[in-house]
């Protein structure tokens, strides 16, 4: 779990607390059952015609990953690498299979068992840039539709809105009503808002920070891989790959190096 996302969503749900309770009013009075199906159930319902089905349901369940920890594993990987340089440098490529075997990441795996094959290294950075680009273009599938569901969540609450009002408005019997009638209507609004930037486009746009940071550690890692094939010597295949990483992850990877 990402402390700080934990953070951020109660930091936003403690503002609009506050200001409800500094209004002289309690949270339960922007509770509205009929709001909350209608906004919820008619974004899902607009999104499921404007995307496949399919993406709907797998962005759905997304909704809870966003608040696992998306640092990636620059560190590890690049330590991964020099050491497989090293081993190669010193007992060829063909010794590097038994250590293959235990890796636990499926793309490198996969590339370094074409490596230790004799593929081509111009054909193995075409597979392996096509797995990348089609892992980016899953996940765009997947936070673009959120991404759409909080373009969409705004005006199923505006369109609710209107709807109570015309009620409101053919049934007024006295206008004493009128005030508590119309803010019952306006809650839909509010839940548009709600659902649209305090869920859907926040985690929409974690989940895209989430992708860039994974594809960066699998170019990382093909960079590495293709080095390792070309025998490079392990100081410049840490150099090589440091450039993926920002300077405090650098500072990282030195300090696991000196312990």
Do not use: C
């Amino acid at each position: 779990m990402s402390p700080l996302a934990i953070v951020g969503l109660l930091m936003a749900l403690g503002g609009v607390t506050f200001v409800v309770f500094m209004a002289g009013s309690s949270p339960m009075a922007l509770w509205d059952v009929s709001s909350f199906v209608l906004v919820l159930g008619g974004t899902i319902g607009i999104t499921m015609m404007a995307s496949p089905t399919e993406d709907v349901i797998t962005a759905l369940k997304l909704l809870g990953r966003a608040f696992g920890n998306a640092d990636p594993k620059y560190v590890d990987t690049i330590t991964l690498f020099v050491e497989l340089a090293e081993q190669a440098r010193r007992d060829g490529l063909l010794s590097l299979e038994e250590r293959i075997s235990r890796i636990d990441d499926k793309f490198i795996k996969k590339g370094m068992q074409l490596l230790v094959d004799g593929t081509d290294p111009n054909l193995i950075r075409q597979m392996l840039e096509l797995d990348i680009d089609q892992l980016a273009a899953r996940h765009a599938r997947r936070y673009g539709t959120l991404e759409t569901m909080g373009a969409y969540a705004p005006t199923m609450g505006m369109l609710g809105t209107v709807i109570g009002i015309v009620f409101t408005l053919s049934n007024l019997t006295t206008p004493d009503e009128i005030g508590a009638k119309v803010a019952i209507a306006f809650i839909t609004t509010l839940y548009g808002a709600l659902f649209a930037n305090f869920i859907f486009l926040p985690i929409a746009g974690r989940l895209k920070k989430m992708s860039d940071a994974e594809v960066s550690e699998r170019e990382l890692s093909m960079e590495g891989m293709l080095s390792v094939q070309a025998g490079d010597n392990p100081q410049i295949v840490r150099q090589k790959l440091e450039a993926f990483i920002p300077v405090g992850g650098r500072d990282k990877l030195a300090e696991s190096e000196a312990a």
